[in-house]
């Protein structure tokens, strides 16, 4: 159809732009009848020409303006060549022509219009400058009939189109609305889904309580290390299921319109203080720099939801940590003053690995991870970033990322939050620090004088509960449900009542109203904390007008409720903790009792554990007790036979003083009590220069000094004689020697020590093994002298 | 010059060479190689964390020169080597030329590029991770109680040993610990004397010290502190606690 046309478009044009021509001409240079008429149309003709030219007309142009146009210049040809030839049967027959040559258009639309307008014009034409004659009105009816003709003719044809595009429009209709009921089906199931979610959080929280608190009484009561280990991983698994819940009840809360952005005031820097601790400990795990850069001039009390803003910031700061391997990790505040409100700047820059172009997109999406092969040992539901564009999306903001892949990202977002306190937080970092300090001078307390009631329906969140404050020692009374609870307040006054709001039969909002209107109950003014397992926004709001003091969501965190007890017992019900409470023992570091120490006369084992940390040490420090006994034995000789020539040898004196002090500090170390002690006595006789003392002891002293060598040889076995290899390869050794050689020069113990062992295992000559044991004497005292002339003497001797 | 690796051999086209690169950049860690006897090695002067040397074609004396220099350049730089030597004695030859301190990893040839790799990349991981660790440099004459110190301290401190003043002044220059654990009662020069030496060097004045002593009389404590050291610690305090007090003195 259109190439019909495109055909009628260029012949009409070039059509009329020649006769156009032709008919100016001939009006400028004979005398025409009509000029006035002739030359308007001439120029229509050419001008007419020139736009259609000028405007392209393709399929997106209205087309029918264009036909139109066409047309009208059609006819204002006809009109002139019928002026000029003075013949109205020319100019009928032409129009007739022009009539026909609608058809050319194939287009039923385009040619009713034609002939319609064709008809107005020719009317209008006919009146003004023809005479309404007879063949004038027969020639009109004529062309009427011709053009009905051929208009009910085609009807039919236009009818079916008409009709097929009809039928188009039906089931084009129908399609439509068959998508609207299957969209209303789907979202609705959404929506019940999302619902569902919702409810069912109190229902799948409430286990997930009951597993942490339990864990964490476990891992406080156990005395068994390999017990508390798993402990602790259960508490980290159930921590990771904690937080993958909660982001899928999040994001269904979104997706169903449930969402809602709380605002009630919050203090700035404890907001920042809370996230900046969470990660900078997941930080410091991987070895990233926390970096942070908050303004100081930010006010320090604003309004809006703080909960979700710290939900915002951690996530993308988990995100940050997961997807940097090293580096750092940058967290930068600025704000700006607007009138009453506070516009805060956050961005968040890693040196992780980056975002692809891209993968920009796939960001948001709920449930997909970008760059699955390269990240998919890092963890997560992939649900972090599209509940927080969410909720950012619902706070008016929304999260901008710019990113580099291979080298770092940057998140960034603003939130416009209103001012209540303009106080500057000032400087952050000392807050911290300060804040921590703080905490860790906190004293636990005990109250075993407080009485507390705990009423919830669930008997396991009834044990975890007790179990959490067991060590606060509180009088601990208990009720399944409201009606137990009343019947308990009534006679028995508490300190303090934790309430938990969903029960049956009687829940939690229902026994605090009754209790309160006990006549005879003596809990009217008791602080009650409301439990709950569903924190919605508004809780606070809703407990408190309910008539709670105060409110703990599920699962409960132990610290949390001791804070809580804290603030809220008495002073005088409150006592301080003992240092050696039980738990407080079972804390510390335990001491591995690894090694059977054989008994040993001169050696206390246990006194020696006491100094040093395991086992394994111990047996390190005899070892190379062992291996210098006699070496340090040789040199205190030395001194004291100097001694004995000369009394007034200073510089043996003090040589002598410094070397049994080392003496005594050595013994000391792996519990060799008595020859400690003995070196302990000639180290004061030598610094009171008490030479009788030294002249009389010193030898007494050497005897059983050496004779450690021999307690303590089984405890170091050499291994059996059978154990050694040949040496194959002289030139193996050498280049162990020299090796240690250069090692114990460098202070490189682990080197040395390695080194040491592998020269034992060989079987060497007599003479060498003596050298070698010497060498293991000077390798354990770092001699680098010894172990370099030792190492020569002994490569020559192989 | 990003990279993390850079090998030094006698020819960097070599095979094992060549198979070294790619079997590093599998595992995403950048590596060079450079030949020790063209001009491309005698011109550089930076080096990565760790360098590996190598073997085979370095018994000419254009080539030791090279070894040489580079040695002189990790030790500078505190770089780490490791060598792929072609037999026992060219081992040997590497033991002799570089401080053992600096050496990490010691393998004769056949090697399997792969697994060296991977031995490569837990070096550099290690590295990363020390390097943010604090130093502490232990001066005692006894090696006992260097040795209980280093097994005591090394897994959260990057520890250095002395036994004199000598050798201590020499760790400081080299280590640049952050904090040194100086025993008082020592032969020839003894503690005191060198926190003495210490106070009167500039570069070195700052140095945190405590002093390590058996002594508990006032006269020996009082003369201890007249030194400004940080504090002193107690020989008999049991190690938890010694470890408790610098793990404190590092948290302020």
């Known amino acids: 159809m259109n190439n019909y046309f495109k055909v009628a478009k260029y012949y009409s044009v070039l059509n009329h732009f020649i006769v156009g021509l032709i008919a100016t001409i001939f009006t400028y240079f004979w005398q025409v009848p009509h000029p006035e008429i002739m030359l308007p149309f001439g120029c229509i003709w050419i001008i007419g020409y020139v736009i259609l030219r000028a405007v392209k007309a393709d399929e997106k142009a209205p087309k029918y303006l264009f036909c139109i146009l066409y047309d009208a210049i059609y006819l204002a040809q006809v009109a002139t060549i019928s002026v000029l030839f003075q013949s109205d049967t020319l100019f009928y027959g032409l129009c007739v022509l022009v009539g026909v040559q609608s058809f050319l258009y194939f287009d039923k639309v385009v040619i009713y219009i034609l002939l319609a307008f064709q008809m107005v014009a020719l009317s209008i034409y006919a009146m003004l400058v023809v005479h309404p004659s007879i063949i004038g009105i027969i020639g009109f009816v004529v062309f009427f009939l011709i053009a009905g003709w051929l208009f009910v003719r085609y009807l039919d044809i236009f009818e079916k189109q008409a009709n097929i595009s009809k039928n188009h429009r039906q089931s084009l209709d129908d399609m439509l609305q068959l998508v609207d009921e299957k969209y209303e089906e789907a979202s609705q199931a959404t929506k019940a889904k999302s619902q569902f979610l919702a409810n069912m959080s109190h229902e799948i929280r409430t286990p997930i309580n009951a597993i942490l608190g339990l864990n964490t009484m476990i891992m406080r009561e156990s005395e068994e290390d390999s017990i508390k280990t798993y402990a602790q991983d259960i508490d980290g698994s159930s921590k990771t299921l904690l937080s993958l819940i909660n982001d899928i009840l999040d994001i269904s809360k979104i997706e169903s319109g449930k969402m809602e952005i709380i605002e009630q005031k919050y203090r700035l820097p404890s907001l920042l203080n809370d996230v900046i601790n969470m990660i900078s400990i997941k930080a410091e795990d991987k070895g990233l720099a926390l970096q942070v850069d908050v303004e100081e001039t930010l006010p320090s009390e604003l309004i809006g939801d703080d909960v979700r803003i710290k939900q915002i910031l951690i996530n993308i700061l988990n995100n940050a940590v997961k997807y940097t391997p090293k580096g750092s990790i940058t967290l930068q505040i600025a704000g700006e003053c607007e009138g009453s409100s506070a516009r805060l700047k956050f961005a968040i820059a890693d040196t992780g690995v980056g975002i692809k172009e891209e993968d920009m997109d796939k960001l948001f999406d709920s449930f997909s991870r970008i760059d699955e092969k390269r990240n998919h040992q890092i963890e997560g539901t992939g649900l972090g970033m599209s509940i927080t564009t969410n909720l950012l999306a619902l706070m008016n903001s929304e999260l901008e990322v710019d990113s580099v892949y291979g080298e770092g990202s940057t998140f960034r977002f603003t939130l416009v939050q209103k001012i209540v306190n303009e106080a500057p937080i000032g400087d952050l970092k000392k807050r911290i620090k300060e804040s921590k300090e703080k905490y860790t001078y906190k004293e636990k307390f005990i109250a075993p004088q407080a009485k507390v009631l705990v009423v919830d329906d669930n008997d396991i969140n009834r044990q975890v509960f007790k179990g959490l404050l067991r060590p606060l020692q509180l009088q601990i009374e208990e009720a399944d449900g409201g009606a137990k609870a009343l019947a308990l307040t009534e006679n028995t006054k508490y300190d303090l009542i934790f309430l938990d709001h969903m029960m049956p039969e009687m829940d939690g909002i229902e026994t605090l109203q009754r209790m309160r209107q006990q006549e005879e109950g003596k809990n009217q003014e008791t602080y009650v904390v409301a439990l709950t397992a569903n924190a919605i926004g508004g809780a606070k709001e809703m407990y408190l007008e309910a008539g709670f003091q105060n409110y703990l969501s599920k699962p409960i965190d132990a610290a949390k409720l001791e804070d809580l007890l804290d603030e809220v017992l008495p002073a005088e019900l409150k006592q301080k903790a003992q240092a050696g409470s039980k738990t407080e023992q079972a804390q510390s570091e335990k001491q591995e009792e690894t090694i059977e120490f054989p008994l040993i006369e001169g050696v206390d084992w246990a006194a020696a554990r006491l100094h040093l940390p395991d086992d394994e040490m111990i047996l390190e420090i005899v070892k190379a007790f062992y291996y210098t006994v006699d070496d340090e034995a040789d040199y205190l000789e030395t001194m004291y036979q100097r001694l004995v020539t000369s009394q007034m040898d200073e510089e043996a004196l003090s040589s002598y003083r410094i070397k049994v002090h080392a003496m005594k500090s050595t013994s000391y170390m792996f519990g060799a009590f008595p020859i400690a002690g003995m070196a302990a006595t000639l180290e004061f006789a030598a610094r009171d220069e008490d030479l009788d003392y030294i002249l009389t002891t010193t030898p007494y002293f050497l005897v059983r000094w050496r004779a450690y060598k021999e307690k303590l040889k089984a405890l170091v076995a050499d291994g059996d004689a059978s154990d050694k290899v040949e040496v194959t390869d002289k030139q193996e050794i050498v280049q162990k020697v020299h090796a240690l050689q250069e090692a114990i020069e460098a202070f490189d113990m682990h080197a040395g020590d390695a080194l040491m062992e592998e020269l034992k295992g060989y079987a060497f000559s007599e003479e060498v093994e003596a050298l070698l044991e010497e060498m293991a004497g000077a390798v354990m005292n770092f001699d680098a002298d010894k172990v370099r002339s030792l190492g020569d003497e002994m490569i020559s001797k192989l | ?252």
């Open chain 2, 1 to 252: 010059m990003g990279e993390n690796i850079l090998i030094v051999a006698s020819n960097s086209k070599s095979f094992t060479t060549v198979a070294l690169i790619s079997a590093l950049e599998a595992g995403e860690v950048q590596a060079r190689a450079v030949s020790a006897t063209k001009e491309d090695f005698a011109t550089i002067d930076k080096l990565p964390p760790i360098c590996i040397v190598n073997g085979g074609g370095f018994d000419n004396d254009g080539a030791m020169a090279q070894l040489i220099r580079l040695r002189d350049m990790c030790l500078d730089q505190r770089t780490k080597v490791m060598f792929v030597a072609t037999d026992i004695d060219e081992m040997d030859t590497f033991n002799r030329t570089f401080a053992q301190e600096l050496v990490i990893e010691k393998l004769i040839r056949p090697i399997v590029p792969a697994e060296v790799a991977e031995l490569t990349k837990a070096h550099l991981d290690k590295l990363e991770q020390m390097k943010d660790r604090k130093s502490v440099l232990v001066v005692d004459d006894s090696g006992m109680v260097l040795r209980s110190m280093m097994t005591l301290l090394e897994k959260e401190y990057n520890v250095s040993l002395a036994n004199s003043a000598t050798t201590a002044l020499a760790a400081i220059s080299k280590h640049s610990p952050d904090l040194v654990l100086l025993d008082y009662e020592m032969p020839v020069i003894s503690g005191a004397k060198l926190l003495e030496m210490i106070r009167a060097e500039e570069s070195m004045r700052d140095l945190p010290v405590f002093f390590l002593t058996s002594k508990g009389d006032p006269e020996t404590v009082k003369s201890v502190l007249g030194l400004k050291p940080e504090g002193y610690l107690l020989k008999t305090t049991p190690s938890n606690e010694i470890l408790k007090m610098i793990r404190q003195f590092f948290e302020k």
